[in-house]
């Protein structure tokens, strides 16, 4: 890796700390590739190819993964939702659905005892929403 590519995934881990630390605030790509010293569409490009999602995906996917937590204390959808920044319901429960392959009442409604009883380190690990395949492969192919 050359001192270039060291400095510019440097730039990014400032961008995606920026997001993990400020995920609730409202936040734009040019915010964040701001923070990563670029430009929006180079920041957009660079940080796909270093961690496999776009900066706006992982903002969500944080935002969902802390309105995991949040449901699982027993926090309403609405509260949750405004509590990880997300301003629209609608749009927040239509992404919850997406990530993590159910409403978030249905998730909300889960017995999470186990969850409470694994360290948070664990917990944090063994929760982390990952993208539902077959919720996005039905909604790409309605026949299949």
């Given at each position: 890796?050359?001192?270039?590519?060291?400095?510019n995934f440097a730039h990014l881990r400032r961008a995606r700390d920026l997001i993990d630390?400020?995920?609730?605030?409202?936040?734009d790509v040019a915010t964040i590739a701001r923070s990563a010293l670029m430009s929006p569409a180079h920041f957009s490009r660079r940080?796909?190819?270093?961690?496999g999602e776009t900066p706006y995906g992982y903002l969500m996917t944080r935002r969902i993964e802390r309105a995991m937590a949040l449901l699982r204390a027993g926090v309403s959808v609405t509260d949750a939702c405004m509590a990880v920044?997300?301003?629209?319901?609608?749009?927040?429960?239509?992404?919850?659905?997406?990530?993590v392959g159910q409403t978030p009442t249905a998730y909300r409604s889960h017995e999470?005892?186990?969850?409470?009883?694994?360290?948070?380190?664990?917990?944090?690990?063994?929760?982390?929403?990952?993208?539902n395949a077959s919720s996005r492969i039905a909604t790409e192919n309605p026949a299949a």
């Amino acid at each position: 890796m050359t001192p270039l590519e060291l400095q510019n995934f440097a730039h990014l881990r400032r961008a995606r700390d920026l997001i993990d630390r400020e995920y609730a605030q409202p936040l734009d790509v040019a915010t964040i590739a701001r923070s990563a010293l670029m430009s929006p569409a180079h920041f957009s490009r660079r940080f796909r190819a270093a961690y496999g999602e776009t900066p706006y995906g992982y903002l969500m996917t944080r935002r969902i993964e802390r309105a995991m937590a949040l449901l699982r204390a027993g926090v309403s959808v609405t509260d949750a939702c405004m509590a990880v920044g997300c301003t629209s319901l609608g749009s927040f429960s239509s992404r919850f659905t997406e990530i993590v392959g159910q409403t978030p009442t249905a998730y909300r409604s889960h017995e999470h005892s186990a969850v409470k009883a694994m360290p948070t380190c664990v917990a944090k690990t063994q929760t982390r929403p990952v993208r539902n395949a077959s919720s996005r492969i039905a909604t790409e192919n309605p026949a299949a």
